[in-house]
T-cell receptor, first 114, second 111 residues
Framework: DAGVIQSPRHEVTEMGQEVTLRCKPI?????LFWYRQTMMRGLELLIY????????DSGMPEDRFSAKMPNASFSTLKIQPSEPRDSAVYFC????????????FGQGTRLTVV | GQNIDQPTEMTATEGAIVQINCTYQ??????LFWYQQHAGEAPTFLSY????GLEEKGRFSSFLSRSKGYSYLLLKELQMKDSASYLC????????????FGKGTRLHILP
């Protein structure tokens, strides 16, 4: 397996524009996580899915953020409209049973909103 | 609430030993993880502890005390490539599957 695949690797956009981040988890992993990482706040859990169903979205900062998982091999994180404070590295991770097994992270998307 | 604390930065010398501490206060406990993250890269799994005691894996060992809400990662025979951030993470709930990360400890290795 190629591991967790995220696209794009880098995204620069203007404030107010819509941004869509994509993730392909490892085949067979039932759990998918979206994290945001900044120097100030570290690695924050935004939302996670189990078998394509959103389980906990309490970490999503506000209504501008939304995430979907239409099937077991694809998820998106959308920010609309984007703001400069959304600039961060966004990681997607997948896992079998996250409570006691490792999570595999994608290479991340570095988002810059100007 | 959930809280995970670890030092922001540490410095050690090549060939030496370093211990990175992590304390946590969570509503429950279902396991503790350590991840390594090199600059500009994704976190990668190092260790998992669910029972008290020391788990050894090569040059790296991880210790857990559940009663104290405390863990440490011990790195021996430090190499320059060990320069990275080390993230402590906790699975806080028995019936929940999310993992909460600390902010990480940036470890600098000096020659």
């Amino acid at each position: 397996d190629a591991g967790v695949i995220q696209s794009p690797r880098h995204e620069v956009t203007e404030m107010g524009q819509e941004v869509t981040l994509r993730c392909k988890p490892i085949s067979g992993h039932d759990y998918l996580f979206w994290y945001r990482q900044t120097m100030m706040r570290g690695l924050e859990l935004l939302i996670y899915f189990n078998n394509n169903v959103p389980i906990d979205d309490s970490g999503m900062p506000e209504d501008r953020f939304s995430a979907k998982m239409p099937n077991a091999s694809f998820s998106t994180l959308k920010i609309q409209p984007s703001e400069p404070r959304d600039s961060a590295v966004y990681f997607c991770a997948s896992s079998l049973t996250p409570a006691n097994t490792e999570a595999f992270f994608g290479q991340g998307t570095r988002l810059t909103v100007v | 609430g959930q809280n995970i604390d670890q030092p922001t930065e540490m410095t050690a010398t090549e060939g030496a030993i370093v211990q990175i501490n992590c304390t946590y206060q969570t509503s429950g406990f279902n396991g503790l993880f350590w991840y390594q993250q090199h600059a500009g890269e994704a976190p990668t799994f190092l260790s998992y502890n669910v029972l008290d005691g020391l788990e050894e894996k090569g040059r790296f060992s991880s210790f857990l005390s559940r009663s104290k809400g405390y863990s440490y990662l011990l790195l021996k025979e430090l190499q320059m490539k060990d320069s990275a951030s080390y993230l402590c993470a906790v699975s806080p709930e028995n019936r929940d599957d999310k993992i909460i990360f600390g902010k990480g400890t940036r470890l600098h290795i000096l020659p």
